[in-house]
């Protein structure tokens, strides 16, 4: 079965520092993968898309990163700030185009 | 562009009605996709148009949910008779291209009371 995990569910950090959110999925043979922020009581706003040929993607303060081997990628979100408080989501493409989301985690960067 | 814009924004309704929401994808994207979202589930793909014409609806629950897409300007997602566990957000998204990013409307959250 096809299934995408985000650990950790939650995490608070203080203002400036680098974190990783972490995105793990199940059976390797991946279309691609994107990242997604929400906001509450919004939708969800497309931050990076990797194809399955890509290491990475950088946008910004933003990169992330995917190893189809391991099955995982990372968000990696540098110099962090009060304004990137959000639900941080990835999505998993495989043959089809369905998208499998994981749950998700919620970040609460503090000023 | 003004986006992906769904209607109406909240919803409350008594189970057994008949609801109907309304997604207007991005002009010119030839993929729309509608999601439901809820805390237990997390977000799940409920069917996907490509050119208006339906191609996966294995996600729809029950017989009870159908969507239409009568043109590349307009969908709907209806649900009758509504159940107090239909409540949750629903969400339209399109792209242009399956492989391109996924651009989502506001949502509709949905409550039956």
């Known amino acids: 079965k096809q299934e995408v995990t985000q650990i950790p569910a939650a995490l608070s950090v203080p203002e400036g520092e680098n974190l990783v959110l972490n995105c793990s999925f199940t059976?390797?043979?991946?279309?691609?993968l994107q990242w997604f922020r929400q906001d509450p009581g919004k939708g969800l706003t497309s931050l990076l898309l990797?194809?399955?040929?890509?290491r990475e993607q950088t946008s910004g303060r933003l990169n992330a990163s995917l190893d189809k081997s391991s099955g995982r990628s990372t968000l990696y979100i540098a110099a962090s700030q009060p304004g990137d408080s959000a639900t941080y989501l990835c999505?998993?493409?495989?043959?089809?185009?369905?998208?499998?989301f994981g749950t998700g985690t919620r970040l609460k960067v503090l000023a | 562009d003004a986006g992906v814009i769904q209607s109406p924004r909240h919803e409350v309704t008594e189970m057994g009605q008949e609801v109907t929401l309304r997604c207007k994808p991005i002009?010119?994207?030839?993929?729309l996709f509608w999601y439901r979202q809820t805390m237990m589930r997390g977000l799940e793909l409920l069917i996907y148009?490509?050119?208006?014409?339906?191609?996966?609806d294995s996600g729809m629950p029950e017989d009870r949910f159908s969507a239409k897409m009568p043109n590349a300007s307009f969908s709907t997602l209806k649900i009758q008779p509504s159940e107090p566990r239909d409540s949750a957000v629903y969400f339209c998204?399109?792209?242009?291209?399956?492989?391109?990013?996924?651009?989502f409307g506001s949502g509709t959250q949905l409550s039956v009371l």
């Open positions: 990797i194809q399955s040929s890509q």
């Open positions: 148009f490509n050119n208006n014409v339906p191609i996966d």
């Open positions: 998204a399109s792209s242009f291209g399956g492989a391109e990013k996924l651009f």
């Open positions: 002009s010119g994207h030839d993929y």
């Open positions: 059976d390797s043979a991946i279309y691609n």
């Open positions: 999505a998993v493409r495989w043959g089809t185009y369905k998208y499998i």
